[in-house]
Nanobody, 125 residues
Framework: QVQLVESGGGLVQAGGSLRLSCAASGRTFSSYAMGWFRQAPGNEREFVAAISSSGGNTYYADSVAGRFTISRSNAKNTVYLQMNSLKPEDTADYYC??????????????????WGQGTQVTVSS
């Protein structure tokens, strides 16, 4: 059974930083890309960032490029999302997801078969 458990969310002021973590189990972690998505109230779930299985390739939404960094430790079966220069519009529930291939190029939620329960990020102005 695949399990993804996010942590690290919380309340932060605009301009601040948070680091999200996602611990994975039940699957060969190093064989699959990982992604982060977010969903704000009333909005659809949107792509934030993805990383290939080896960690050698990363992909970002335009709205977070230059502020967020995705990374992974295959030794620890964990993927991270470092979020800097946070803005109120970054407020959302953040979800990690395990992909269906090693590449990490997909931004479609449907290409990520496994999901965590989400962690809430609130950025105050």
């Amino acid at each position: 059974q695949v399990q993804l458990v996010e942590s690290g969310g919380g309340l932060v002021q605009a301009g601040g930083s948070l680091r999200l973590s996602c611990a994975a189990s039940g699957r060969t972690f190093s064989s699959y890309a990982m992604g982060w998505f977010r969903q704000a109230p009333g909005n659809e779930r949107e792509f934030v960032a993805a990383i290939s299985s080896s960690g050698g390739n990363t992909y970002y939404a335009d709205s977070v490029a230059g502020r967020f960094t995705i990374s992974r430790s295959n030794a620890k079966n964990t993927v991270y999302l470092q979020m800097n220069s946070l803005k109120p519009e970054d407020t959302a529930d953040y979800y990690c997801a395990s992909g269906n291939s090693p590449s990490g190029t997909s931004r479609k939620p449907t290409n990520y078969p496994y999901w965590g329960q989400g962690t809430q990020v609130t950025v105050s102005s």
